[in-house]
């Protein structure tokens, strides 16, 4: 089975009790996603991770 699509975000909740990727690893998983998943979507929380 191949992944079609895949959303992406922060945990804004505080439910999952690890530590938060820099800005510069976030992107280099993000561009890995994209170069393989068709859709990746990124959700609204992830911007406070990229900034």
Known sequence: M???IC???ADNYGVVKIP???????R???DG???TVPLV???H???RLLN
């Open 2 to 4: 191949r992944v079609k």
């Open 7 to 9: 959303e992406v975000g």
């Open 20 to 26: 938060e990727p820099n800005p510069g690893r976030m």
């Open 28 to 30: 280099m998983v993000l």
């Open 33 to 35: 996603l994209n170069r």
């Open 41 to 43: 979507v990124q959700k």
């Open 45 to 47: 929380g992830l911007d």
